[in-house]
Every structure is written in C-alpha cells, then in structure tokens.
C-alpha cells in the first residue's frame, strides 16, 4: 500500500465518479477499480457498497476514509513544501522521475552524455511505478519523466518522443523457440504469454498489436516488471512480449531467447515528460537540448 493509493480512494469517495477519479490521478478507470479491490484484500473488507449506480462508504470504509484524508494531506503539504524549496533551489541540479525499463536500459547513455557536457550539474534519478510519473511532474517533485507509452495526454505537461524500444519474444531454453532467430506474428497464436499486469500502458500496447494482427494468445500470468516476466519465461512457463534493451547479452542464448518479430515493425515508444509553463533553468533547458538533437541527428538519417 502506498499514498498514491490512499489518494486515488479518498478522490474517488470525494467525488463519487471513477472517471474523475482517474482524471485526478492520471490513471485509467481500470487502475482505480484495481486499486480499491486491492485495499480491500489487504484490508480483507469492503470499502464501499454499489447502490442505484452509485457508491457507499461502508463503516469500515469511512474509518478508512478518514485516515486517508489526514495521510493524504500530510503528503499533499509535505509536496508543496518540497516544491517550494525545489523552486528556489540552484540551477545545476535536475531531478528525473522514470519507470524502471526506461531508466534502466534507456535513458542512461543520455545522462551520461549530458553529466559530460555538463560536469557541474548534478543529477538525481528516482524508478517509480508508471501511475506516480505525471504527479510527481505536475506537483514539482520531478523536473522531468520517462514513460513508455503514454496512454493519455495531461493538461500542462510537454511530452517529447524521445527514443524507440523494439519490442522482440523471449523463450526459455526448453521452448520450442529456443535457438531461433525470427519469429512470425501468426506463430505467436495460441502461445502461453506471460505478459505485464493491463493497468500498464505497455500491456495494452502490445494487447493492441496483437488485436490488430488477429493474433489470440493463452494469457498464463500477469506480473507487475520485467525482471519477473523475465524469470518466468526462463523457468518454461510461457513466452512474452519485451522490449529488447530489458533482455542484457548474458542472458540471451543462456537462459533467455530473444526472437526478432520477422513481418512486422513493432517499436514501443519512450516519451520525455516535463511541465509546460514551469520557468526552465539553463541546465533544464540542456537536458532537453540533449534529445532535440537526437531527434534531429535521426531526422538527418532517415
């Protein structure tokens, strides 16, 4: 349980809908349903009940309702302190709030090459869960965040495509797919997949590749990372859809068979995320320099 989650249930008792709810946390409606029916397992009780469309607080609901309220807004008010201090802090510091796959096999050639040009400014990089990226930009907890398909835009935030992730099939070493190089769309039909949990805007990216190619898979598991998709694959329970920077050298032929997708372009894309109308310090303003001129480079390539 996180204050994330305590948020999203105190905006959905406040207001009654879950569709602002999501609005208000940059989630899907799906996220938020998950996310209560989640409480509620650890709670191990109902926190509301449906009547005439619309919801109750049971009584063990309104307790929790309350202590949501204080927590949340103990967060909320350490936030803005936070902001308020980020706002007057030096110009040579630069905050990144990035999930795990983009920060880990992505973004760090770039910071490299910025930290080179830019040897005073330091620079911090903080993996959070894909629903926490758009808030911590828009309340100043984050100068800038990586993301991987957003599946939505936000009112006042800038977002910059920035690099493209081929997506390739992992097999485990007792697949039949161990030892290949290519695989066909059509042969992923009927396949076990293990794939990532559908609140991730990865999973429906991929659902949406396979709908539009009539491909129809055994979905076997859903887990929340990559690392553990990885681990399962590994162990003969199914294949996956990943990108190919998650799979490292060592693993491939090893323990891992990485399969390039032969018929069909498949790329996911990796977006930099950063407020609109926020004054932008000249290290700021490098930073984005860094990916402007990739853009531009690749632009010149093509």
């Known amino acids: 349980m996180n204050v ?17 709810t999501a609005d ?30 619309k919801i109750v607080l ?24 936070i902001r308020a201090l980020g706002d007057e802090r030096q110009d040579d510091e630069i905050r990144i709030s990035t999930i795990y796959s983009a920060g880990v096999y992505i973004i760090q050639d770039y910071i490299k090459q910025f930290i080179s040009r830019n040897p005073g ?24 965040g990586f993301m991987a398909c957003p599946y939505r835009k936000a009112p006042g935030l800038a977002m910059l495509p920035v690099a493209k992730d081929e997506m390739v099939l992992i097999a485990g070493a007792s697949s039949p797919f161990a030892g290949r190089e290519t695989v066909k769309v059509k042969e992923l039909c009927g396949l076990d997949f293990i794939h990532l949990d559908r609140v991730f805007p990865s999973r429906r990216y991929i659902d949406i590749f396979l709908r539009r190619h009539g491909v ?5 598991r859903q887990l929340d990372n990559l690392e553990t998709i990885k681990t399962a694959v590994a162990s003969g329970e199914g294949v996956s859809l990943v990108p190919r920077s998650s799979v490292r050298d060592d693993e491939h032929g090893s323990s891992l068979y990485v399969l390039k997708i032969s018929d069909a372009e498949f790329l996911r894309p990796i977006y930099l995320i950063y407020r609109r109308r926020r004054k932008i310090s000249p290290s700021a303003r490098n ?10 480079n690749a632009a010149g390539r093509a």
């Open 216 to 220: 129809k898979v055994r979905v076997k």
């Open 58 to 81: 049971t009584p063990q609901g309104q307790k929790f309702y309350e202590a949501s309220k204080k927590v949340s807004a103990i967060y909320e008010g350490a936030l803005e302190a």
């Open 4 to 20: 994330e989650t305590l948020k999203v249930f105190r905006d959905l008792t406040d207001t009654g809908s879950f569709s602002k």
């Open 24 to 53: 208000l946390n940059y989630i899907s409606q799906s996220a938020v349903s998950q996310q209560i029916k989640k409480l509620e397992l650890i709670l191990k009780c109902k926190l509301y009940h449906r009547r005439s469309g």
């Open 287 to 296: 930073f984005i320099g860094i990916f402007d001129e990739t853009g531009k």
């Open 121 to 144: 400014t330091r620079i911090s990089v903080e993996y959070r869960q894909f629903s926490q990226i758009y808030p911590d930009i828009t309340s100043g907890r984050a100068d800038f």
